[in-house]
C-alpha cells in the first residue's frame, strides 16, 4: 500500500489509470475518499486509516468547504457551552485560491466556515481535534468571498495549547468568514465550536452620565422628597491627588447575568476597570493608601480588626461616599453585591480579612453607629473570609456562608469569560439588615469598600441596586382593576393604608382628584368605584407630596331571577334517597355562572367541602338545608344561597284493572303484556 497519499482529482484518475468496472461512493461525512483498485470504495474522513492487505492507492478528494464559496455555516450556540459544534476535516483540503492572509505564510491547506453574529462577542474554538499536537491558522473575514484581500478582521493561530479565542467588536446581523489551515502535511479531522459569551455590565464613572449628587439622590435613594443632603465622596485620604483616579459610577446589567438591573458602584480601584470579563492583567492605577478616619476604623474593629497574618496591615485603599438623610419611614435597609479580586488562592490574605464592605449608619442625635452590612441573621459583618466557599474558589480550604458566595472566575468554577464584572469572585445580591429609625430624625450614613492587600490589582467593589435604598416613598398599592382581574365584587370592601403615623403628618384622602370631607386618617374604607390618592404634609421636614393614586373597579353583580327551588321527593325503600341537586337552579339566573353545593354556609363561602350535584340523602332525616355557591364564570365574584331537601312518604293509588275472560278450554293462556306499560315503584 502507498502510504502517502496524494489528492488528485477524478479526472486525472480516469486518465491515469483503466478500469473496466469503476464507481464512486462518497464517504459518511459527504466527502470522496478514493481507492485505486478494481473499484473506487469509499472509506469515511473520521475513521482510522489502516493498512490494507492489497496493492492499493489511497486518493482524497477536497472537503466541501474547502474554498470560500462554499464555506460551511457554523451553528451559533446561545451560551458558553458547545452543545452543537460543526464537524471539519483538513484530509484532503487544498490550498484556497484567496490570497493568504499576513498571519498565516506557513499555511498548505485550508477549509472554510461562515456565520452570522448573534452578539458584539462570540468564542470560537477548536474541540475533538484528536491529535497530540498542532497549529491552526485562523483569518476572520468581514468581506464577501470576491473582495476579500490580505487585510483581515482579525489573524491569529489556535493549537493544541490554546484551542481558544474570543472574536470581540462583531456587528451583529453582519456575515463573516472563517478561513482556517495548517501547514505541511498535517491532516486531521475536528469539530468547531462557536459560542456566545455573555455582555459585561456597562459602566459610567461619575461625572459622565450622573453627578456624584445625581448617583445618591437620583439612583441609590427612594425618597418622596428631596431628604438627602451633605453628600460626600472620597477616595483615600480625600487628598488633591486621590482626585486623579475615579473609584465611583453608574452601572448597568446590559443583558448579563448580573443580580441588578441598575445601580452604583464603589470600587477601591477606578471604575473603568469594573466591567467584565475578568482579566488577570492591570485594574487600574489607584495606589493611594490610608489609615482611614474613625467611621472607618470602627468599621474595621467591628470585623475584628486590619488582618494580622501572615502580614500585619496597617493602612488600605478604600473608597467612600456618604450623606445625611432624613426618613420619612420607621425602617431602612438597602440591596448590595460584594466583589473582589482577591477571591483567589494567591491572595496573601484570602483567608483572612483581606476586603471588607461597611454601610455605618449613625444616628445623629445620639451619635451612636451601627454596621448594616452583616450576613443575614447574624451579627457578623460582610468581609472576605466571612463569605466563601471553597468548592468554588479552588485550591482554599476556609469556607464560610457559602450559600452568600456567587461565582469564582479566578481559576474557580466559572470561565473568565463569563463573568460580567472583572473581578476574581463575588457574593449573591444580598439585602442589608434592617433597621428600625425614627421617621423626621437626621442620620448620617457612610459606605466604605476596603481592601488590604498590599497588590493594587486585588481590588475591591460594592455594588448597589438601584433604589433599594428606600428611605420614605408611601404607596398605596397595585391598581384593582377589571382587566388584570383583581376588581372588587359587588358589595366588597377595601381598606387603603398611607402606614403612616398622622402624629408626624397632616393627611388628606382624595377620590377622582377631590378632597374626600373628614378623612384625614391614615385608613381609608374604598366601598365605590374610583382613583383615591392621599396628600401628605409632613409636620417635621419640608416634604410635602401626593402620593400616586390606586384605581378601584367593581366587576358586574350577578344578577339573581329568583332564589333557588326546595327539592321534595318520594323517600325511596332503600337507606337514601337520590337528589339532582341541579333542579334547584333552574330559572335562577341566566348569567354565564357555575353551581356548587355544600353542606354549610361557611364551605360554601370558602369553597371547601363541595357535594356532588347527585346527592344521596339519608333516609333517616326528614330534611336538610343544601347551601350553593353561585360562581361567576368571568370574575372572582359569586353569591352564596341556600334551599332544602325534603323527602315524603308517598301514597300511589293503583290503576284499576279491568277483568279478563277467557274460554275454558284445553290450554288456553291470559295475555297480560297489555298491562306492561304499568309500574309501581
Not at 153 to 178: A, P
Not at 361 to 370: A, F, R
Amino acid at each position: 500500500m502507498i502510504k502517502n497519499m496524494k489528492r488528485v482529482s477524478l479526472l486525472l484518475l480516469l486518465v491515469l489509470f483503466s478500469y473496466t468496472s469503476s464507481f464512486a461512493r462518497e464517504s459518511e461525512m459527504s466527502r470522496g475518499l478514493v481507492e485505486l483498485e478494481s473499484s473506487f470504495m469509499g472509506v469515511p474522513f473520521f475513521g482510522n486509516l489502516g493498512s490494507s492487505s492489497k496493492n492499493e492507492v489511497l486518493f482524497f478528494a477536497a472537503p466541501d468547504n474547502d474554498d470560500c464559496s462554499s464555506a460551511t455555516e457554523l451553528t451559533i450556540n446561545s451560551t458558553l457551552t458547545c452543545a452543537t459544534m460543526t464537524q471539519a476535516t483538513f484530509v484532503g483540503a487544498t490550498l484556497s485560491s484567496q490570497v493568504k492572509p499576513t498571519c498565516a505564510g506557513a499555511m498548505t491547506k485550508d477549509v472554510w466556515f461562515e456565520f452570522t453574529a448573534t452578539a458584539t462577542s462570540h468564542r470560537i474554538s477548536i474541540e475533538d481535534f484528536g491529535v497530540i499536537a498542532f497549529t491552526a491558522y485562523v483569518a476572520v473575514y468581514d468581506k464577501t468571498c470576491g473582495a476579500m484581500t490580505s487585510a483581515t478582521k482579525e489573524c491569529f493561530t489556535l493549537s493544541n495549547f490554546g484551542k481558544e479565542r474570543v472574536l470581540n467588536s462583531l456587528v451583529i446581523g453582519r456575515k463573516y468568514y472563517v478561513r482556517i489551515g495548517v501547514g505541511g502535511t498535517t491532516e486531521f479531522a475536528f469539530k468547531m465550536c462557536l459560542a456566545t459569551i455573555p455582555p459585561p455590565i456597562k459602566v459610567s464613572p461619575s461625572g459622565e452620565m450622573y453627578s456624584v449628587e445625581g448617583l445618591i439622590k437620583d439612583v441609590l435613594v427612594t425618597a418622596g422628597c428631596d431628604l438627602v443632603s451633605n453628600i460626600k465622596y472620597q477616595v483615600g485620604d480625600g487628598s488633591a491627588k486621590t482626585k486623579s483616579v475615579n473609584t465611583f459610577g453608574y452601572f448597568n446589567r446590559n443583558g448579563s447575568d448580573f443580580p441588578f438591573e441598575e445601580g452604583v458602584v464603589l470600587s477601591t480601584s477606578e471604575v473603568q476597570f469594573v466591567p467584565g470579563p475578568f482579566t488577570t492583567g492591570s485594574k487600574g492605577i489607584n495606589t493611594y493608601r490610608w489609615v482611614g478616619d474613625k467611621d472607618l476604623v470602627d468599621a474595621i474593629n467591628d470585623t475584628g480588626g486590619m488582618p494580622t497574618t501572615p502580614l500585619v496591615a496597617t493602612d488600605m485603599r478604600v473608597t467612600q461616599v456618604s450623606f445625611d438623610f432624613t426618613p420619612i419611614k420607621d425602617s431602612l435597609n438597602f440591596e448590595y453585591l460584594f466583589a473582589s479580586n482577591s477571591y483567589n488562592s494567591s491572595c496573601t490574605y484570602h483567608c483572612n480579612n483581606g476586603a471588607l464592605f461597611a454601610a455605618w449608619l449613625i444616628d445623629t442625635t445620639t451619635g451612636i453607629g451601627e454596621n448594616l452590612a452583616k450576613i443575614p441573621g447574624t451579627t457578623t459583618p460582610i468581609a472576605l473570609n466571612t463569605i466563601w466557599d471553597s468548592s468554588k474558589i479552588l485550591g482554599t480550604n476556609c469556607t464560610q456562608n457559602a450559600q452568600y458566595f456567587w461565582n469564582a472566575y479566578e481559576g474557580g468554577n466559572m470561565p473568565p469569560i463569563s463573568a460580567p464584572i472583572n473581578f476574581a469572585g463575588s457574593t449573591v445580591g444580598m439585602s442589608s439588615a434592617s433597621v428600625t429609625v425614627i421617621p423626621g430624625r437626621k442620620y448620617h450614613i457612610k459606605l466604605a469598600v476596603m481592601d488590604f492587600c498590599t497588590n493594587d490589582s486585588h481590588s475591591s467593589a460594592v455594588f448597589f441596586n438601584a433604589r433599594s435604598f428606600d428611605i420614605g416613598t408611601p404607596s398605596l398599592g397595585d391598581d384593582m382593576v377589571i382587566e388584570g382581574g383583581s376588581a372588587l365584587c359587588p358589595g366588597e370592601t377595601m381598606v387603603l393604608k398611607a402606614d403612616l403615623n398622622p402624629n408626624d403628618y397632616v393627611i388628606q384622602w382624595t377620590k377622582d382628584g377631590m378632597d374626600l370631607v373628614g378623612e384625614n386618617g391614615p385608613t381609608l374604607t374604598v366601598n365605590s368605584k374610583g382613583s383615591y390618592g392621599v396628600k401628605l404634609d409632613y409636620k417635621n421636614v419640608a416634604c410635602y407630596l401626593e402620593v400616586d393614586p390606586i384605581q378601584v373597579e367593581y366587576f358586574d353583580e350577578i344578577i339573581i331571577e329568583k332564589p333557588p327551588l326546595n327539592l321534595v321527593q318520594c323517600k325511596s325503600p332503600t337507606a337514601t334517597t337520590l337528589f339532582n341537586l341541579e333542579s334547584s337552579m333552574k330559572g335562577v339566573t341566566h348569567y354565564p355562572v357555575t353551581a356548587m353545593f355544600y353542606e354549610s354556609k361557611s364551605d360554601a363561602e370558602n369553597d371547601t367541602g363541595q357535594i356532588p350535584s347527585y346527592y344521596n340523602f339519608d333516609n333517616t332525616f326528614s330534611s336538610k338545608t343544601i347551601w350553593v355557591r353561585i360562581q361567576s364564570a368571568i370574575s372572582p365574584c359569586f353569591k352564596v344561597y341556600s334551599f332544602t331537601i325534603k323527602t315524603e312518604t308517598c301514597v300511589i293509588g293503583l290503576v284499576p284493572l279491568n277483568d279478563m275472560h277467557i274460554c275454558n278450554t284445553p290450554g288456553s293462556t291470559f295475555d297480560l303484556s297489555q298491562y306492561d306499560s304499568i309500574v309501581y315503584h
